[in-house]
């Protein structure tokens, strides 16, 4: 079956601007995380949802970065205002359910950030 | 704060030697942990996780891991490597009733040579 799929694949773009990034979860599966992955570090955590709402975003670095998954399904990660250390690769998981650690994260390809 | 510590940043081995990589993190209560590979070209997957039970857990492609609660480690053991499990390997743990979030380690580049 279809994995997770995250697009654009790779985006570039100036300071400043506004970007959004787009993350289709495993079909079925109700929790969908949002981690990013700065060069040379492991990727972190960044907000969870289970179903349509927020569970955990305690990981949103600051309210320029906010996400929405409105029907439970896809979700979008905006950030508003670029900066350059914005620049990462964004991974996107998906669980059929997020009650627990048994249920096993599955990745994405990752959106490839570049902040100019 | 809770952390995952990878000593190795890179490793270099030939093929049929031997592979232990390092891993501990840095919580006082209970943890599940975890294995992630990532394959060039590949997303993340997993390799291999422990929630309790024995100690020594075994995973895909002939990998273990075992877990020493009084070193607070997770190490990574391959008996014999092959060109194939050229990766970043990263540890990573979520605690245990603390929701689902994954908190991971820098990683450690593995490469084998032939």
């Known amino acids: 079956g279809a994995g997770v799929s995250q697009t654009p694949s790779n985006k570039v773009t100036e300071k400043g601007k506004y970007v959004e990034l787009r993350c289709d979860p495993i079909?079925?599966?109700?929790?969908l995380y949002w981690y990013r992955q700065s060069l040379g570090q492991g990727p972190e955590f960044l907000i969870y949802f289970q179903g349509t709402g927020a569970a955990d975003d305690s990981g949103l670095p600051n309210d320029r970065f906010f996400a929405v998954r409105p029907e439970g399904s896809v979700s979008t990660l905006k950030i508003q205002r670029t900066e350059r250390g914005d620049s990462a690769v964004y991974l996107c998981?998906?669980?059929?359910?997020?009650?627990?650690?048994?249920?096993?994260?599955?990745f994405g390809p990752g959106t490839r950030l570049t902040v100019l | 704060a809770q952390s995952v510590s990878q000593h190795n940043h890179h490793v270099i081995l030939s093929e049929a030697a031997s592979l232990e990589l390092g891993c501990n993190y840095s919580?006082?209560?209970?943890?599940?942990l975890f294995w992630y590979v990532q394959y060039p070209g590949q997303h993340l997957q997993l390799l291999l996780k422990y929630f309790s039970g024995d100690p020594l857990v075994k995973g895909i492609k002939g990998f273990e891991a075992e877990f020493i609660k009084s070193k607070f480690s997770f190490n990574l053991r391959k008996p014999s490597v092959q060109w194939s499990d050229t990766a970043e390997y990263f540890c990573?743990?979520?605690?245990?009733?603390?929701?689902?979030?994954?908190?991971f380690g820098t990683g450690t580049q593995l490469k084998v040579e032939l």
């Open positions: 998981a998906s669980s059929l359910s997020g009650q627990g650690a048994y249920n096993e994260q599955f």
């Open positions: 079909s079925g599966h109700t929790a």
């Open positions: 919580y006082g209560g209970t943890v599940n």
């Open positions: 990573a743990f979520i605690l245990t009733g603390g929701g689902n979030k994954l908190t």
